[in-house]
């Protein structure tokens, strides 16, 4: 059977044909993008953004379009095929790196790694190497990844939580002095203003979030925001009542886990274990 023809001239493409459509609405009933702020209470800018393909803007702006418009669900339709579509998985994970640098307090919760903003570097350039980077663009990586950790440094750094499962702290480096070098620095971390860290020992069993890495980002405009993340993909959440789940997962999940002091004890213990370096042998 031959191909269906496309007859509308649209895209098929569900990220572009989301903006297109909402450039065709609003064109048809006549609106101007600040006309659109003005009734229905979102900036200018994000319909602009929304239109222009650089964001797909949250479920609630979406459902009071097709309000706007007279088009429900379409558009919530459309929205939700692009927010699917695997092409999207990539421009999520930029789209958070944006609200990460933009927001005002940051919640975690790691499963079996140090979180991206405190992992050292002898930890990334393993990782990545495991990964398969090599050469110019492994060091670029490496570059990226540690220059995150300025965003927890200095006075206006956001305060910044985080749980991190035990198996974080057991899936150790094959360099031990690598491995002492990422133990010292969550240390370190843990101990500044503004840094808490919980460890969730294997003993407290199930929980809501085992497979999950887990971020909440608190924005300037007083939102919440999610980014969860499994071996499979990642996925941007705004949807208030969605977050509001989460997190409330994620509470429960601290509440079972080591106190900070506990915490760093936890920590201590692992560094004070780990085997001598091996001295230097005299010339």
Known sequence: MPARRVVTGRSQEPRRRFAEELRLLRAGKGDSLRQLEEVLGWTASTFGKMEGGQS?????????????????????????????????????????MALEAEAVGLWQYSVSAPPGLLQADGYVREALTAGGLKGEELEQQIEARTSRRKLLEGEEAPPFRAILSEAVLCNSLRQPAEWRGQLELLLEASKRTGITLHVLPFGTGPHGLMNTDTMFLRLLDGRTVAYTENDVRGELIEESSRVERLHRTYDAVRDQALSPAESQSFILRLLEDLPCEPSTPAV
């Open 56 to 96: 797909l803007g949250s479920p609630e702006v979406v459902e009071a379009l097709d309000q706007h418009y007279g088009t429900a669900p379409m558009l919530l339709t459309l929205w939700e095929l692009a927010v699917a579509d695997p092409s999207q998985f990539k421009e999520q994970y930029r789209r958070y």
